[in-house]
């Protein structure tokens, strides 16, 4: 499997529904963001609630080409919750935050058109 960001990258090869199933993806909401200068590509630390059953996690984002600081927390976001933690750099990721390549490359957020309440699952 070769995964490109591109937007015109072929689809890659079906999956089964419950292969889909297996992956855990949760809405949360960003309750604190620093900057992550250790990191080779512009990126922040987050710390994302993902409400009471799974609580608050970790996440190492590439997104500080498209967001500022101050603009994250109480934004809501959607990242998968049940991959190993993952060592970047000096920081352990515990969720992989998700988005989409802009016309330049760099990520925006994948997120609800509205408020949802935390721990939301995607279906």
Known sequence: MHLSHAPDAPVE???A???????????????AAE????????????RIDFGPAIGEK????QIAANYRLEELVG???AAVV?????????AMSEVLTLGFADAAGEVVLFAPDSPVPNGSRLF
């Open 13 to 15: 090869e079906a999956i």
């Open 17 to 31: 529904f419950d292969s889909f199933l297996e992956v855990d993806i949760r809405v949360g909401t960003i309750v």
């Open 82 to 90: 049940n991959f190993p933690p993952r060592q970047i750099g000096p």
């Open 58 to 61: 970790k996440s190492c984002a």
């Open 75 to 77: 934004r809501q976001v």
């Open 35 to 46: 900057g992550f200068p250790e990191a080779r590509k512009p990126s922040y630390r987050l």
